[in-house]
Structures are given as C-alpha cells and as structure tokens.
C-alpha cells in the first residue's frame, strides 16, 4: 500500500489546513485504523490523531484537542485532518499511517508535508 500525504503549507497563526493522504494499492481502506503523525526539528515524532477503520472512534493528542479533527472517506480511500486555530507550535512535517487505532501501533507510512506556521 502506499500513502500519499499533501496539503501542507506555510499559514499565519489562527489559521487553518486540511491535510489529505490518499491510499492507492492492494488496500481494503476500511479494515485499517489510520493515523496522523508529526515531527517537528529536534523532536521526536508524536500522534496527533488517530481514526478507526470505520471512522467510529478517535482520539486526539491533548495538545490539538478542539482544534484538530480527523476523518475519513473509505469510498475515497482518503484520510483528512482539518486544522484550525493553527500556532507556530504546531510548525512540523505531518505523516500519515496506516495501522490498529486499538493498539496504536502502525506499519505503512505516508512520505509527509510541511506545515510551517508564522506568528
């Protein structure tokens, strides 16, 4: 399978993005919970988001919590994260990946986009 994330970009703080990451392959979509990472310059990489194989259950990092929201359409084969109410904190190359949102643990992942947030 591959992943395919775009949609980053530079974006003044308050502001919002939606990345998508799109699955191509020998992939039924639905059976994989998906996630999106980031990693900012010198620091490690950390969960943002995290969907179930049918969009039923999320979860959230405490630091994007209301403002950050994960989705899906398995029609589509498409992941999305809608981001709002972006700061400068936020500013890291995000990844999406495929794996069990139950264990949190993740195999294929996706080759990133830049979010750079300017204050």
């Known amino acids: 399978v591959q992943l395919q994330a775009f949609g980053g970009g530079l974006v003044q703080a308050g502001g919002s993005l939606r990345l998508s990451c799109a699955a191509s392959?020998?992939?039924?979509?639905?059976?994989?919970?998906m996630g999106w990472f980031r990693q900012a310059p010198g620091k490690e990489r950390e969960l943002v988001a995290s969907?179930?194989?049918?969009?039923?259950?999320?979860h959230y990092a405490d630091s994007v919590k209301g403002r950050f929201t994960i989705s899906r359409d398995n029609g589509k084969n498409t992941l999305y994260l809608r981001m709002n109410d972006l700061n400068p904190e936020d500013t890291a190359i995000y990844y999406c990946?495929?794996?069990?949102?139950?264990?949190?643990?993740?195999?294929?992942w996706g080759q990133g986009t830049q979010v750079t947030v300017s204050s």
């Open positions: 990946a495929k794996g069990s949102h139950a264990t949190g643990t993740y195999d294929s």
């Open positions: 392959g020998r992939i039924f979509f639905s059976s994989y919970g």
């Open positions: 969907i179930s194989g049918r969009g039923t259950s999320t």
